[in-house]
């Protein structure tokens, strides 16, 4: 032990140490609490986006279908064009 670079280890205080382990628990217990609840706002909140994704992919499904025609549309007085 003497060979240590600072000397022998302190004892640490019981209050100390009982401080120590108790914010501890109590820490790892808040973050358990908070984590449940912020896992319930978050399912929620999934399921109003998975909602949304519907209503969603139909728009762009639509508006994906009047670009394509659009372009076709565009395509085809080119080549008339040409003739």
Known sequence: MSDLPYGPPV???PLIRFGRWSF???GILYGAFHQNRLSKKEAKIREIEAKEKVIRDAKLK???AIA???E???LEEMVAGKK
Do not use: D, P, Q, Y
């Open 24 to 26: 501890l628990t109590a």
């Open 11 to 13: 004892r640490v205080s």
């Open 72 to 74: 076709i549309k565009a």
């Open 62 to 64: 639509e508006e994906k």
């Open 68 to 70: 394509a025609a659009a």
